[in-house]
């Protein structure tokens, strides 16, 4: 299978702008023969705006239809995170769409990260998993894919490709550095992690948006600046696969 990553600044609320960039970043990994083309965390309207709430839409509204028809006329999938309005409460949730435009998966965010985003969202409580070109696909979401229990408890179930849309800041760069390729290694999985880059209000993300294969070998890395990552995921050698899950002694 081959991977597509959009590492780009935040559209800042600006849904047009937003649509303007996904579309080429689209059209672009499709052509290149990409599976799926994964942005980052609340790309829909942005991850530090002060008005997510009241910008937020249900996942049946004008946003998905947007992005649903965007990846069919690239024919290349997209995951893409989005603030997600469910009644009188707020998702981080991030939406699966396949290369057809149909919807595969919708996730919501486990770890919702320091008060600002519990303030704002409710968190989710269910994995999702869906198959992705005959490939065993989930979502995570940032902070998320930071949680061994929560890789480990998917890859049991048979995961081994993790799409994660992020918005990792300042300072913490040990994540795109170090934390994401060894969750890759020591379960044995590829994850293609989305992040923003530049800066958003307060925030100046760290980029470094990556895909790491099963062996947690960097694949394809950006760095601080906006970049289309595309990468083609080798088949996993058994013999170099973790055997960590069968391996584990309590004590």
């Given amino acids: 299978m081959k991977l597509a ?43 530090n705006q002060n008005d997510i709430a009241a910008q937020a839409q249900p996942r049946s509204g004008a946003w998905i239809a947007n992005l649903s028809a965007l990846a069919a006329k690239a024919r290349c999938g997209l995951v893409t995170g989005y603030a997600e309005r469910d009644g009188d409460r707020t998702h981080n949730a991030a939406i699966a769409i396949g290369p057809d435009g149909r919807t595969l998966a919708h ?10 985003e519990k303030a704002i969202y409710t968190a989710g409580d269910d994995y999702v998993l869906f198959d992705l070109a005959g490939t065993k696909a989930t979502i995570l979401i940032c902070y998320d894919i930071e949680f061994a229990p929560h890789v480990a ?24 550095r170090a934390t994401v390729p ?3 290694a020591n379960h044995g999985i590829t994850i293609a992690y989305a992040n923003y880059c530049g800066t958003e209000g307060d925030l100046t993300y760290v980029g470094g948006s ?25 088949d996993a050698d058994p013999a170099r696969i973790s055997t960590q899950s069968t391996d584990f002694r309590k004590v």
């Fill in 153 to 176: 408890a998917l890859a049991a179930r048979g995961a081994t490709l993790f799409l994660v849309p992020t918005a990792n800041m300042l300072p913490f760069t040990h994540v795109v």
């Fill in 107 to 116: 996730y919501r965010k486990i770890q919702l990260y320091g008060p600002r």
């Fill in 5 to 47: 990553v959009w590492q780009g600044a935040s559209p800042s609320g600006n849904a047009e702008a937003a649509f303007a960039t996904l579309g080429p970043a689209l059209a672009a990994a499709g052509a290149a023969g990409a599976t799926v083309l994964v942005a980052p965390e609340v790309y829909l309207p942005g991850y």
């Fill in 210 to 234: 990556l895909i790491a294969g099963p062996h947690g070998e960097v694949l394809a890395q950006a760095g601080e600046h906006p970049a289309l990552l595309i990468a083609d995921v080798p």
């Fill in 182 to 184: 060894a969750m890759a």
